[in-house]
């Protein structure tokens, strides 16, 4: 079993909102997605998407979408971002799954997946708070913090040996500061965080590397060329 990761699909098959307006980049994307994707996944190998899956507004009108994340080799770890308006509570999710007989895709929302001893975790996290960000994102940020604790605490209940961490947005800033996310990882012994949210130019000022003991890896599908890359 291979871990994999990708972000930031947003895929436009149940609406009519093609990616390729930000640019010739995203021309035929998702056909060169699934390509790469089925040469290097196997069907037993786990794949993490944390955010920004599908541009559908409801979870009814999704359904091409996962349809096509179904059909991909491999199982499928899913995490919230700030454009999956779809989100709704996790039993409406499975139902909805169940129901359309997708079974390879399993969510994460204060919880935490298990694949032998790995488990995977993380939240959708936020825009970095400060002392003068509004009362409304400070809410926000605390609120994706204790999301990340609760998900973390599934992970030491089952036991796991090892832990990673998805997100959508970054978990540190630009420069590498504010480490509020990356000190609840370091408590739990999380090694890896994966994180997507970033496009374009924005991508030159992803943190990457070490970061006090964690790996950090942005997994935005356009950074990574639509190819899953390897955990």
């Known amino acids: 079993m291979a871990i994999f990761a990708v972000s930031d699909l947003h895929l436009p098959l149940s609406v009519n909102k093609p990616m390729n307006v930000f640019g010739s980049k995203w021309d035929n994307y998702v056909e060169k997605l699934r390509e790469n994707w089925q040469k290097i996944v196997l069907p037993s190998d786990i794949v993490i998407m944390p955010g920004d899956i599908s541009w559908a507004t409801y979870l009814e009108d999704s359904v091409a979408d996962f349809e096509y994340i179904n059909s991909l080799n491999g199982r499928k770890v899913i995490l919230k971002g700030n454009h999956d308006y779809w989100w709704t509570t996790m039993n409406k999710l499975n139902k909805f799954m169940s129901e359309q007989g997708f079974d390879t895709i399993e969510f994460i929302h204060n919880t935490a997946a298990m694949y ?26 605390m609120r994706e913090k204790q999301r990340m604790i609760l998900s973390l605490e599934e992970a030491n209940r089952k036991k796991a040996k090892e832990i990673i961490v998805a997100m959508h947005y970054p978990p540190v800033e630009k420069n590498g500061t504010n480490h509020d996310f990356i000190e609840i990882m370091k408590e739990y012994g999380v090694k890896k965080c994966i994180y997507g949210h970033l496009h374009a130019a924005a991508q030159s000022f992803a ?14 599908c356009d950074y990574l060329n639509f190819i899953p890359k390897l955990i």
């Open 116 to 141: 032998g001893d790995t488990a995977i975790c993380g939240t959708r996290g936020w825009n970095i708070a400060h002392d003068d960000s509004s009362e409304e994102d400070k809410k926000i940020f």
């Open 207 to 220: 943190c990457q590397g070490d970061v006090e003991g964690v790996e950090l890896s942005l997994v935005s």
